[in-house]
């Protein structure tokens, strides 16, 4: 199986701060991967897949980039409804595997 | 609009099983794949399986594997999860997520979520 490993496991950020989360794959996984933001209580939301490509409605303050094995997603300027779990998932091949996630958190 | 809404809760003993439903809308329900997910309190999102609502083919986790059945009823466009022998931890949130289209690989991302369905096993 392939292993993702996420980082931080907690980011403690204040509103406009630029904010980083890697994500790393135990193998290449070329492009195949996804980031959600997930609220308490609340499903996961797709914000990013295929590493860079924005779903439709996430603000461009969210972007991700990466290949091979390690990815990062970026929030340009962090914004109150942004503290929130992220998660990273990788989609090369089955099973379809999930980082640890990262919890940012209000400083 | 595109919505996946899931049964409700369930308390099960060890040992039992347990069968969650998801009933899709606001798309074509056989164009698109659709996956189990889980989410153990503490725990990482677990991928359970894969249905192909059009033949109905899955593919499913080897942790799984022997454990769930996943199937659909196209007429109500809704998908099912069996899992039999049930043990605490097995206690978790699970949901339903939607794949890609029929066309196109059915390893991917997931772009449509269900509210999610707490399943708890206790004595």
């Known amino acids: 199986d392939i292993q993702m490993t996420q980082s931080p496991s907690t980011l403690s950020a204040s509103v406009g701060d630029r904010v980083t989360i890697t994500c790393r794959a135990s193998q290449s996984i070329t492009t195949w991967l996804a980031w959600y933001q997930q609220k308490p209580g609340k499903a996961p939301k797709l914000l990013i897949y295929?590493?860079?490509i924005l779903e439709t409605g996430v603000p461009s303050r969210f972007s991700g980039s990466g290949s091979g094995t390690e990815f990062t997603l970026t929030i340009s300027s962090l914004q109150p409804d942004d503290f929130a779990t992220y998660f990273c998932q990788q989609y090369n091949g089955y099973p379809l595997t999930f980082g640890g996630g990262t919890k940012v958190e209000i400083k | 609009q595109v919505q996946l809404v899931q049964s409700g809760a369930e308390v099960k003993k060890p040992g039992a099983s347990v069968k969650l439903s998801c009933k899709a809308s606001g798309y074509t329900f056989s164009a698109y794949y659709m996956h189990w997910v889980r989410q153990a309190p503490g725990q990482d999102l677990e991928w359970m399986g894969i249905i192909n609502p059009s033949s109905g083919s899955t593919t499913y986790a080897q942790k799984f594997q022997g454990r769930v059945t996943m199937t659909r009823d196209s007429s109500t466009g809704t998908v099912f999860m069996d899992l039999s022998s049930v043990k605490s931890d097995d206690t978790a949130v699970y949901y339903c997520?939607?794949?890609?289209?029929?066309?196109?690989?059915?390893?991917?991302?997931?772009?449509?979520w269900g509210q999610g369905t707490l399943v708890t096993v206790s004595s």
């Open positions: 997520a939607r794949g890609e289209a029929l066309i196109a690989a059915p390893a991917s991302n997931f772009d449509y």
């Open positions: 295929k590493t860079s």
